[in-house]
C-alpha cells in the first residue's frame, strides 16, 4: 500500500460570500444573443468548411494517412474472415426478418460500403444483426402474414401461400421500415441528438438484448422441428407461440430435428476447437461457413428436400437488385417501429464503438455514427436491404484478426459481393434449420448475460432491478414495446432515487474545513448553534416536500407548529391591545378628561399587557447552513421552496445562509425572484466553511479568517 501524500496547507483570506467573489472575480454580465449565436452557427470560413469536410466524411481525413505497411495485411486477413462470416450470418438473420435468404446477402453489403465512408469507428463490423432483424420480422409479420396470401390450389385441392406475392409484400414492408429508420437515425445526427444513447444504460440494453435473444431463439424453433405455428402478436404472444409450439411437437419432422440436433453439436465443438487453438493458428476457422459447405452438400447429396421433406432455402437469385424507392403509403403504419429500430441499432452500434475506442486511443464522434448509421439503411434500404447494426461477434473477429481500419469492411463487402454475383446459387439446397442452429449456437453471448443478474445484486440492486425488468418487458411486450417501457421504467428509477435522497447533518472534521455526516463518521463534530443539512440529490418539483420535511426531522424543529403558536400569540396580544384601548376609551369618557396621547399609567394598572419575547428560543439553532453542493439546477418550485424556508425559520429566529452553490444554481435562483431588496447574495457563500465562519457568534472584526 501506498504511503499517503502528507501537505499542510494555510489559506488566509476573506469570508466569502457569493456578492464578494462576483466583485472580486469581476464576474461579467455580458451574454451572448440568440441572433449572434445564429450568425456565429451560420458563418462560413475556410478552416471551418474543412473542418465540417472532413467531419462529415470522416474517409476523407484517414484514408489518404493510411498505411499499407502497417495495416493492409491484417485488414486484408480481418476482411475475408468477416466476408466469410457474413454469407451465413446474412441469410440466416433474413429468415429472422422474415425474408428470403438473398436480402441477407444485399443488407452484408451496401451498409457496409456506405459505413465506410461515414463511419467514425475502425472495428465495428456493420451487418445484419440478431435483434433488428427479429424486430422487422415482427413488423413484417404483422403487416404481410400468410394469411393475406392464400390461393387456391387446383391440384391438391386446397389453399396454399402464394410465396411470391408474399415475399415481395414482405421485401417491401422491410424496405420502408429500413429507410424510415434510416432517416430518423440522420435527423437526429443532424439536430446533435446522439446524447440519447445515455437514456440506454448498460444494464438496460443487456438486458434487452437477452430478452430479445429469447424471441429470436423461440422464431427459429420451427426451422428446429420443422413445424408451422400460426402468427401471435401483441402482449404475452411469445408465450402463445410457445404454447403453440408445444402443441404441435408431435408433428415434428424427424429429418429436419436430427439435421438440427446435428449441427448445432457440431457447431458447439468446432467452435471449442476454434477457441482451444485459437493463439497456434494464423487466423480463425470460419467455423460458419464450414457448416454451410458441408450441409449443403449432403443435403444435395442426399436429396434432403426430396426425401425427408427438410425445408431448405430455395432459390437465390445471382446478381444485385436495381434500386427502387419505398413504398410511400407503408410509412404510416411502420413509423413506431422504424423509430425504435434507429434507436436499437444505434445503441448497439455506439456502445460497442466506444469500448474499442477506448481500448485502442481514438474517438468515436456520437452524432456521426448517428448519420453514417442512418445513410447505411437509408441508402440500403432503396437496394433493397433490411435495417443494419453493428455484430459483436463479427466485430471482435475483425479485431482479433487484425483488422486496423474499415478497409477491413469494405473488404468483406467485396467478398459477399463475390458471393452474391457468382456462387450465391450453390447455397440453394442449404437446410433452413442449419441457418437456425447457426443463430442458436451465435446467441449463446445473450444468453450467458443472465449471469449478470448475480453480479449487478452484489453491485449494485437498482441496475439488477432495470435489467431484470427490461427484460420481461421485452420478452411480454415485443421488442419494440418492450423498449418503449424498459426506458420508462429506467427514467423512473432515476426519479425514484432523486425522491428519496439521503438527507444528512454535517459535523467538522477536527481542525479541518472538511464537512462530513455525523452518522457517517466517528471523530467529525457537530457545531455548536449551527446546524449543517445536506440532501444528496438535486432540489426541484418532485422532491421539494420532501426537502422541507426532512429539514424539520434533522433539526428537530417543528416550523408549523412554531409558526402557529407564534401566530395565535399575536392575535392574542392584538386582541389584547383592542381591549385595552376599548378600556382606556370608556376611563376618558367617564371622567371626561380630554388626554392627547396615551392614557394614565393609574387608569391602566387594571389592564393586562402580553409582550412577546424578543429573545429567540434557546433551544433552536442560532443558524441553519443549506449544502447545496450536490444540487446542479433549481426549478421554480426548488427556488420557491428554499425562499419558504428562509422565510419560516427566519421569523422564529433562525438564520438561514446557503453554501456551495454552482454558478447555475445562483442563475436559477436570479431567475426564480430570490433575491430582493432584503435578500441579497450576502447570504450565499462559495464554502460550507465561509457560510460556517459567517455564521460563528462573536467573530473576529478582522475580516481575515484561517482555514486548517
Known amino acids: 500500500m501506498a504511503e499517503r501524500r502528507r501537505i499542510d496547507y494555510i489559506v488566509h483570506r476573506e469570508v466569502l460570500d457569493e ?3 462576483d466583485e472580486m472575480a469581476e464576474k461579467s454580465d455580458s451574454k451572448t444573443s440568440l441572433c449572434e449565436k445564429v450568425k456565429k452557427s451560420v458563418r462560413c470560413s475556410g478552416p471551418r468548411l474543412k473542418s465540417c469536410l472532413l467531419s462529415s466524411f470522416p474517409v476523407v481525413s484517414w484514408l489518404p494517412r493510411y498505411s499499407i505497411r502497417e495495416n493492409a495485411l ?7 474472415s468477416v466476408g466469410i462470416m457474413q454469407l451465413p450470418q446474412g441469410m440466416a438473420y433474413a429468415l429472422l426478418a422474415a425474408v428470403p435468404p438473398v436480402f441477407g446477402l444485399y443488407s452484408s453489403f451496401y451498409p457496409v460500403l456506405v459505413y465506410f465512408i461515414f463511419g467514425t469507428s475502425k472495428h465495428i463490423s456493420i451487418g445484419t444483426y440478431a435483434v433488428l432483424s427479429v424486430m422487422i420480422g415482427g413488423v413484417i409479420e404483422r403487416l404481410a402474414p400468410d394469411s393475406n396470401f392464400m390461393i387456391w390450389d387446383n391440384q391438391t385441392n386446397s389453399s396454399i401461400v402464394d410465396i411470391t406475392a408474399r415475399d415481395a409484400e414482405r421485401v417491401r414492408v422491410a424496405v420502408a421500415v429500413t429507410f424510415m429508420s434510416g432517416l430518423f437515425q440522420i435527423l437526429l445526427g443532424l439536430v446533435q441528438f446522439g446524447f440519447v444513447v445515455t437514456y440506454l444504460s448498460d444494464p438496460l440494453v443487456r438486458g434487452y438484448t437477452t430478452g430479445a435473444a429469447i424471441h429470436v431463439i423461440v422464431s427459429q424453433l420451427k426451422y428446429t422441428f420443422g413445424i408451422s405455428p400460426g402468427r401471435h402478436s401483441g402482449p404475452f404472444a411469445l408465450i402463445f407461440t410457445v404454447l403453440e409450439l408445444c402443441y404441435l411437437l408431435p408433428e ?4 429436419t430435428l436430427v439435421v438440427s440436433i446435428v449441427a448445432i453439436i457440431g457447431l458447439i465443438l468446432a467452435k471449442e476447437l476454434n477457441a482451444y487453438f485459437s493463439k497456434k493458428l494464423p487466423i480463425t476457422i470460419p467455423v460458419e461457413l464450414v457448416a454451410v459447405i458441408i450441409a449443403t452438400v449432403i443435403s444435395w447429396q442426399v436429396g434432403l428436400k426430396e426425401k425427408y421433406e427438410v425445408d431448405v432455402v430455395g432459390k437465390i437469385p445471382s446478381g444485385l437488385q436495381p434500386p427502387v424507392l419505398p413504398t410511400a403509403s407503408l410509412f404510416g403504419q411502420v413509423i413506431g417501429d422504424a423509430f425504435a429500430l434507429s434507436v436499437v441499432g444505434y445503441g448497439i452500434a455506439i456502445s460497442l464503438g466506444r469500448i474499442f475506442a477506448l ?25 433493397q436491404c433490411f435495417a443494419v447494426s453493428c455484430s459483436m461477434s463479427r466485430s471482435l473477429v475483425q479485431e482479433s484478426t487484425g483488422g486496423k481500419t474499415q478497409v477491413a469492411g469494405a473488404l468483406s463487402a467485396v467478398v459477399i459481393l463475390f458471393i452474391t454475383l457468382w456462387i450465391g446459387t450453390l447455397f440453394e439446397d442449404l437446410p433452413k434449420a442449419v441457418l437456425a442452429a447457426i443463430i442458436f449456437v451465435n446467441l449463446h453471448g445473450m444468453v450467458k448475460q443472465f449471469l449478470d443478474i448475480p453480479a449487478l445484486w452484489r453491485s449494485n440492486k437498482i441496475d439488477m432491478l432495470v435489467w431484470v425488468a427490461t427484460f420481461i418487458f421485452t420478452v411480454i411486450f415485443n421488442p419494440d414495446l418492450g423498449l418503449a417501457a424498459a426506458i420508462g421504467f429506467s427514467m423512473l428509477t432515476v426519479i425514484f432515487r432523486t425522491q428519496l435522497p439521503k438527507y444528512s447533518l454535517l459535523g467538522q472534521v477536527p481542525d479541518t474545513d472538511v464537512y462530513k455526516p455525523l452518522e457517517d463518521y466517528n471523530q467529525v463534530k457537530q457545531l455548536p448553534g449551527i446546524l449543517i443539512f445536506r440532501s444528496s440529490a438535486t432540489l426541484y418539483f418532485a422532491n421539494a416536500e420532501m426537502y422541507q420535511d426532512a429539514l424539520g426531522k434533522k433539526c428537530g424543529i417543528d416550523i408549523t407548529k412554531i409558526l402557529s403558536a407564534k401566530k395565535k400569540l399575536e392575535a392574542k396580544r392584538k386582541r389584547h391591545e383592542k381591549k385595552n384601548a376599548r378600556k382606556a376609551e370608556k376611563a376618558l369618557k367617564k371622567n371626561r378628561v380630554e388626554v392627547e396621547g396615551e392614557p ?49 425559520y427566519g421569523e422564529i429566529g433562525v438564520e438561514v445562509v446557503l453554501a456551495g452553490c454552482q454558478s447555475g444554481v445562483v442563475d436559477n435562483l436570479q431567475t426564480g425572484g430570490f433575491f430582493n431588496d432584503k435578500v441579497t447574495k450576502s447570504c450565499l457563500f462559495t464554502t460550507v466553511h465561509d457560510a460556517v465562519l459567517h455564521c460563528q457568534p462573536g467573530r473576529t472584526q478582522n475580516p481575515k479568517e484561517t482555514y486548517f
Not at 252 to 255: L, V
Not at 360 to 380: C, F, P, R, W
Not at 620 to 648: E, H
Open 252 to 255: 415434428t419432422n424427424i429429418g
Open 600 to 648: 394614565d399609567m393609574e387608569q391602566q394598572r387594571d389592564i393586562a399587557i402580553i409582550e412577546v419575547d424578543a429573545e429567540p428560543d434557546p433551544s433552536l439553532p442560532r443558524a441553519i447552513v443549506l449544502d447545496l453542493s450536490p444540487v446542479n439546477f433549481l426549478d421554480t418550485v426548488g427556488v420557491k421552496t428554499i425562499r419558504s424556508i428562509q422565510r419560516d
Open 74 to 80: 491484417g485488414d486484408l486477413i480481418a476482411g475475408i
Open 19 to 21: 456578492a464578494a467573489v
Open 359 to 383: 481500448k485502442y486511443g481514438y474517438k468515436v464522434d456520437s452524432n456521426q455514427e448517428l448519420i453514417a448509421l442512418g445513410l447505411s439503411n437509408t441508402i440500403g434500404g432503396i437496394f
